[in-house]
């Protein structure tokens, strides 16, 4: 029987190595990679959420435990495709026209990696004719907009009036996050999900596409 | 010789408020870079460091909080950094004159390290730059302002006290349960000892979440090192009104606070977000009137 717990302990303590080299046991002793998605990584990047909202973790341990999933995910990606099992989801992520801060966006993109998302991140000052092609191109499922600025906020609901002219906002969920977004302004610009930190992207994530 | 942060602060200093949303008031753009406007309107640059002298701040800032190589790189202003810096310094001093010291403002550069999007010799360099061009205008002293990662801050502080100016580091504690902690974790204690341990002549907190806040992380902080301490808080978070960042906060409200600041120990107070010269004048009202 196959030492779950163990696997959780390495991504709960961001040890990489420990994380694939525990991974690679599993598979060889017959593991299948979604079982060890469902009992391993995700309930430890639950506890990691967890952990993070209670205060006990900080950004540093949200980074290396994303680090260290990731690394996992490297390796059973490619097996999951050969089954035909599908990622988590795709998404297309960026930091709105006119700002030009990507720290919370590379948080958020290094956790949805973490959670097993496909990622397109687009960077910062994303035009949302960016966002639209993006978006049809990777044929993604959510398109997640940050902003740092107060300044910069509606720059968001622009982006989100353009996806419906586009057509695209029926095809695509809208989730959005930053220092100075609240849930009701994420409400009041008809984004789909508003997330107050990177810790609960991927929960967020999840949700929206009812995976 | 330069002078020492004891010739510099005989009590409490009042220094200023916010920059940014006062250039936006004259004109700047969203997504537009502050710092450039050093070299392209300078007037109005002068104008709100000016109003911040005629306010009563005995020490101003300067226009230069986002103007190291590495955060000018997203406008295509690397080249310009130093260019940017001494105008910068020029403008403060030009409108303090003899009323008001000079601390030159530093900021975060916006790269993580723990993602390893720069490393630490990279920091240095990009600090050291900014640091030796704003102190060759004759700035009074440097401010390293809004740092949450306190191995970004050990770089920048050591570039600038290599000029030998009195150098001030601050942090944001806005993070964890009781926003007590900086985005990466560290408490007031921790970042007291690393950053008198690395050399600082002052330390303090700014931005964050609202004053309220930062009069019990400004006690920490006095029970943590001798240092003198430098608050500069802002006005809380904004609401979003039709599009425009409203502050709720008062004037009267925050320099109220400011007092309970002094008596928690800060030597130097002012605002950050959401503060401008009113909020100052009423300080200075609260504090020395």
């Not at chain 1, 302990?9 to 990679?33: C, F, H």
């Not at chain 1, 968001?156 to 930053?178: C, H, P, S, Y």
């Not at chain 2, 990009?126 to 401010?143: H, K």
């Amino acid at each position: 029987m196959y030492d779950f717990a163990k696997f959780r302990e390495a991504v709960l303590t961001g040890d990489a190595a420990a994380a694939v080299s525990l991974t690679r046991q599993a598979l060889d002793g017959g593991v299948e990679p979604v079982d060890l998605i469902s009992q391993g990584i995700s309930p430890a990047m639950n506890e990691v959420g967890r952990l993070f909202e209670e205060g006990e973790y900080f950004v540093p341990e949200l980074l290396i435990s994303a680090r260290a999933t990731k690394a996992v995910f490297e390796i059973l990606r490619p097996l999951l495709a050969k089954k035909g099992v599908q990622s988590a989801g795709r998404i297309v992520l960026g930091t709105v026209q006119g700002d030009l801060h990507d720290i919370g966006k590379n948080l958020v993109a290094a956790m949805l990696e973490g959670g097993g998302f496909e990622v397109t991140d687009l960077g910062i000052n994303v035009a949302p004719e960016r966002f639209i092609a993006a978006a049809r191109d990777t044929q993604a499922q959510i398109i997640g907009l940050s902003a740092l600025l107060t300044t910069t906020m509606p720059a968001m609901k622009t982006a989100i009036d353009a996806f419906r002219e586009a057509g695209i906002r029926g095809r695509v969920k809208v989730m959005i996050g930053g220092a100075p977004i609240t849930r009701s302004y994420a409400e009041s610009i008809g984004a789909d999900g508003y997330g107050e930190n990177a810790a609960v992207s991927v929960d967020l994530a999840r949700q929206l596409i009812g995976a | 010789m330069h002078k020492t942060m004891e010739d510099l602060v005989p009590g409490p200093s009042i220094c200023d408020g916010a920059w940014g949303t006062e250039l936006q008031a004259l004109g700047l753009a969203a997504g537009e870079c502050p710092d450039a406007w050093n070299l392209s309107h300078a007037d109005r640059v002068e104008a709100v460091a000016r109003s911040y002298v005629e306010a009563g701040s005995e020490i101003i800032l300067t226009n230069t909080f986002g103007a190291n190589r590495l955060l000018l790189a997203s406008h295509g202003l690397a080249d310009q950094a130093a260019d940017i810096n001494r105008s910068g310094a020029r403008i403060s001093r030009r409108a303090a004159s003899d009323r008001a010291r000079v601390f030159a403002s530093m900021g975060p550069t916006g790269k993580m390290l723990a993602m390893g999007e720069t490393d630490e010799a990279e920091l240095y360099a990009v600090y050291q730059e900014q640091a030796q061009a704003l102190a060759g205008e004759g700035v009074d002293g440097l401010v390293l302002e809004t740092f949450t990662d306190l191995n970004e801050l050990r770089p920048a502080l050591g570039a600038a006290k290599a000029t030998g100016l009195p150098v001030v580091a601050c942090m944001v504690f806005d993070s964890g349960p009781a926003r007590d902690r900086t985005m990466m974790g560290t408490t007031p204690e921790h970042a007291a000892a690393a950053l008198v341990e690395a050399g600082a002549d002052a330390i303090g907190a700014n931005c964050g979440r609202g004053i309220a806040g930062y009069i019990p992380v400004c006690g920490r902080l006095r029970a943590a090192t001798d240092l003198p301490l430098w608050l500069k808080p802002n006005a809380g978070l904004p609401e979003v009104v039709e599009g425009r960042s409203v502050y709720r906060m008062s004037p009267g409200e925050f320099a109220e606070k400011t007092r309970d600041l002094v008596q928690a120990g800060a030597v130097f107070v002012g605002g950050c977000c959401g503060t401008t010269p009113e909020f100052i004048a009423a300080i200075v009202k609260a504090i020395k009137g």
